[in-house]
């Protein structure tokens, strides 16, 4: 079991939507990128889909807008930690 005050971050935040809510404390935020491709001078869109740990304190549904953290590994496909909603669905 986790306990989410003993989690310490470190490293990069990023800001994504939670596409997918349906493991037990596990969200799946989806991150849309533009790069840019030289060779054909052209800009390409991107999806990048992050398994975040979810507290119960803070509970991110499908639909919200949330900021994650990098923090040690928690499972084998967990190394993040929603720390914040910043924007509920249907808001």
Known sequence: ???ESSIKTRGAVLEGKVVRDR?????IVQ????SFVPKYER???KRSKIAA??????DAKVGDWVQIEEC???SKTKAWIVTKV???AGE
Not at 31 to 34: G, I, M, S
Not at 53 to 58: D, G, K, L, T
């Open 1 to 3: 079991m986790v306990d």
């Open 23 to 27: 493991g037990k404390k596990t969200v």
């Open 31 to 34: 991150r849309d990128l533009v």
């Open 43 to 45: 800009y390409i869109r």
């Open 53 to 58: 740990h979810n507290p119960e304190s803070i």
């Open 72 to 74: 040690r590994k928690i």
């Open 86 to 88: 910043l924007r509920r």
